[in-house]
């Protein structure tokens, strides 16, 4: 088993093999995810939508979001493991960007931190760097914007957004960002960009031709039911599984039937449940 790194990513954007990313949220999902060989486990502001049910991402919390990576930290073994940084944690001054992902590292395990934004937040993106702070940067659909876009629509789709979303990946790049999410940008442009870049791109909502992909873990998994995009494959539909089965276990309480006799203590048996916890 070969820890992924920064650099592990930016060697499979040489060799040209994809790269995979997944969101997750806590340690459970981070470890089966980390176990079937996903190579990026981005611990998502998605999470203020998904796990807390808020409409937009933009509620999301330090606190929160240190509490999500250090439990994801806690199942991850393999895969790079990416915090993403919350509205207004990284936007007021470059030395506000540093305090806030350095706890990132130092607090919860996260090993780069993923930051929404081109031209306006790239002297926080080098200073980062400078002092060792990996950066995947985001541009497109960046959700920390949706009130200024005015919807959850595709980005770029006339000329000037896709040359400022070019010029915004370059200025990444130049700033020593090691990837760039492009989220929900038209497939062409995403291809133009991945091909001009030396770094990884990681698309989401863009087209194949992106030098990796991402989803959301709940929308992939079909347990996040708020939102229909044309752009998720659901790969299982787990939100059926799960209604399936509390209705299952519903059925067995109300009738009886579970508890059965094996799944019940006696002072005769061996009590002693052995869990097996992470190392
Ligand atoms: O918050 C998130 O989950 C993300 C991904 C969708 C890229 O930013």
């Not at 807390?52 to 994801?72: I, P, S, W």
């Not at 960007?97 to 090993?111: D, K, P, T, W």
């Not at 787990?238 to 203590?265: H, M, T, W």
Request: charged share 25%.
């Amino acid at each position: 088993m070969k820890k992924i790194t920064t650099k592990s990513i930016l060697e499979m954007k040489k060799r040209s093999e994809k790269i995979t990313a997944l969101t997750a949220y806590d340690a459970t999902f981070a470890e089966l995810e980390d176990q079937a060989g996903i190579e990026i486990i981005l611990v998502g502001d998605s999470a203020a939508m998904v796990i807390a049910g808020e409409k937009t991402t933009l509620t999301a919390t330090m606190e929160q979001m240190l509490y999500h990576v250090r439990a994801v930290s806690r199942g991850v073994t393999r895969a790079l493991l990416v915090a993403d940084m919350p509205f207004l944690s990284f936007q007021i001054t470059p030395e506000e960007a540093v305090r806030n992902a350095g706890r990132f590292l130092s607090e919860a395990g996260a090993e780069a931190v993923k930051l929404e934004g081109g031209a306006p937040i790239i002297d926080a993106v080098r200073r980062l760097v400078d002092i060792g702070i990996p950066v995947m940067g985001h541009l497109g659909l960046t959700p920390q914007s949706v009130h200024q876009f005015g919807g959850w629509g595709v980005r770029a789709r006339d000329k000037h957004e896709a040359e400022k979303i070019m010029s915004d990946a370059h200025l990444l790049e130049e700033a020593g960002a090691f990837a760039i999410v492009l989220e929900k940008i038209p497939a062409p442009l995403a291809a133009e960009i991945s091909s001009s870049l030396q770094i990884p791109t990681i698309g989401i909502g863009s087209g194949s031709g992106c030098d990796g992909q991402v989803l959301v873990n709940y929308d992939m998994l079909g347990l996040y039911e708020q939102m229909s995009l044309k752009f998720v494959r659901r790969y299982r539909h787990l939100g059926d599984e799960i209604r399936n089965a509390v209705q299952e276990y519903v059925a067995d309480v109300k009738k009886g039937s579970f508890p059965s006799p094996e799944e019940s203590y006696d002072i005769t048996g061996n009590i002693d449940d052995h869990p097996s916890y992470r190392t």
